[in-house]
């Protein structure tokens, strides 16, 4: 472990801390409750503590906090909402339930847009391609490989891949996506979902699907591009976990 004079410090809000701290007092504003058994139980704010604390003259001298914020979880002045003992010493078992700054990116980084925005291109344009220049009722795949030559099974193998991870991202977690990559994720979920179906549908229905999910599908390249051009949001600073403010 490093000592505190190895650490660097930094002032937030004219309060001395370690590097990276403020960081957690904002993360940690973004987590307004505990859940306990699926029920979501609002936090206490520094201040609201049935003990006096100081919040009306000083910041938290745990986590550094303001009066009426949210303790950086591990502090040991945050009260149980339950029990009224610490929660870091209760028997309630509390958890903290993400807010809605900390969901699951399925895009985190601008190599992973640019992926995203080739790839829903690729398939786009071939999806594209099949509704205007070609029988659409003909065979293909999601993933357009055949033109590297793989061996059968190894396309067999990218696209059931590909599909099982594009039904699971349309099914587990489409809503804590965030707004753009909702759209993405959208806009593939026709041509997953329908591009089976059109193998076995009279022509003139697999016409008409393939015209859905052209249209999806370049609502889904759109989507990748705004993401690409904005950046994905960053997360916040690495650092340690067990870190104390002092
Ligand atoms: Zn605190
Ligand atoms: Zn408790």
């Known amino acids: 472990m490093l000592s505190m004079s190895q650490r660097k410090r930094v002032l937030y809000r004219g309060v001395s801390m370690i590097k990276g701290w403020p960081e957690k007092i904002e993360a940690a504003q973004r987590l307004p409750s505990f859940t306990l058994h699926g029920r979501s139980i609002p936090r206490i704010p520094y201040g609201r503590e049935q003990n006096d604390w100081g919040a009306d003259k000083n910041p938290c001298h745990d986590c550094r906090v303001l ?49 995203a925005v080739i790839l829903t291109g690729l398939v786009g344009a071939q999806t594209f391609r099949a509704a205007f220049w070609q029988a659409p009722h003909r065979f293909h795949w999601i993933m357009p490989l055949d033109y590297l030559r793989l061996p059968l099974w190894a396309l067999w193998t990218v696209n059931l891949g590909f599909y099982v991870w594009l039904l699971f991202l349309c099914t587990a977690f489409p809503r804590s996506l965030r707004g753009k990559e909702r759209i993405l994720v959208a806009g593939w979920v026709p041509g997953v979902l329908l591009s089976p179906v059109q193998g076995i549908v009279p022509a003139s229905l697999a016409n008409g699907i393939q015209y859905v999910k052209a249209a999806s599908i370049m609502g889904a390249f759109f989507a990748a591009v705004a993401i690409l051009l904005e950046g994905p949001t960053r997360d916040d600073a690495p650092s340690n976990d067990d870190a104390v403010p002092e």
């Open 67 to 115: 009066k009426g914020e949210f303790h950086v979880p591990s502090c040991d002045v945050e009260e149980c909402p339950v029990c009224g003992a610490q929660v870091l010493s209760c028997d309630c078992k509390l958890d903290l339930v993400l807010g809605n700054e900390q969901k699951p990116r399925l895009i985190s980084s601008r190599s992973g847009a640019a992926i």
